[in-house]
């Protein structure tokens, strides 16, 4: 298992070119990891749950975090496939994760100022998605509460997921609501983003 501070932008570049499978680290072990209620923060392992569905833990490996698992990142590259970019919601927590990777030192002031527009910009989508994410907790903690009782300071991961499976629609319609509360742009630009079954990867057969 690699350090996280030796995993190099070259390798994080390879990973969303598709030549490296996944960034080289090893996955916790999950079993022993509860949830914490009401803040959904996780006990036994340093990170969170995954800020689009709420259903996945992700390891906190700054500076290379996920903010969205593996399932909600797939949504987000079909989306962003609409508009011919490799990202749309900044869910990695490094620019490069994001497919940001102008160095503003050494580019002409035309590519300087588009690097400096995409970081604006990319903030500006870091707001949404954590208010979308204070919102989403919120909800779910209300949801959990309701069917549960009051009395539960935390919950097992395993008994979170199974509530809450984490699985490729839930990740399509999560995504899409965000899109729709925070982001309703992209429907008018990209209507087919709003098609839950094309987010989810669904195929049909002929
Ligand atoms: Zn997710």
Request: net charge negative.
């Amino acid at each position: 298992m690699l350090d996280p501070m030796d995993v190099s932008p070259e390798t994080i570049e390879a990973v969303l070119n598709g030549m490296r499978p996944s960034i080289p680290y090893a996955e916790p072990e999950m079993q022993d990891v509860h949830i914490e209620l009401p803040s959904l923060s996780l006990i036994g392992q340093s990170g969170w749950l995954c800020h689009v569905c709420l259903r996945v833990p992700l390891a906190d490996r700054r500076p290379w975090s996920w903010f969205g698992c593996e399932r909600c990142r797939g949504v987000d590259v079909r989306v962003a496939s609409l508009f011919g970019g490799r990202r749309l919601l900044p869910l990695g927590q490094h620019s490069i994760m994001n497919g940001l990777s102008i160095d503003i030192h050494n580019s002409t002031d035309l590519q300087a100022q588009a690097g400096a527009d995409q970081m604006v910009a990319m903030s500006s989508a870091w707001q949404g998605l954590d208010r979308w994410h204070e919102h989403q907790i919120r909800i779910h903690v209300a949801q959990w509460r309701e069917e549960h009782g009051d009395d539960d300071e935390s919950v097992t991961l395993t008994q979170w997921q199974e509530r809450y499976p984490p699985d490729s629609m839930a990740s399509a319609m999560n995504y899409a609501t965000l899109l729709d509360n925070h982001f309703p742009w992209v429907f008018e630009a990209a209507p087919q983003a709003s098609d839950v079954l094309w987010l989810a990867g669904v195929q049909f057969d002929e």
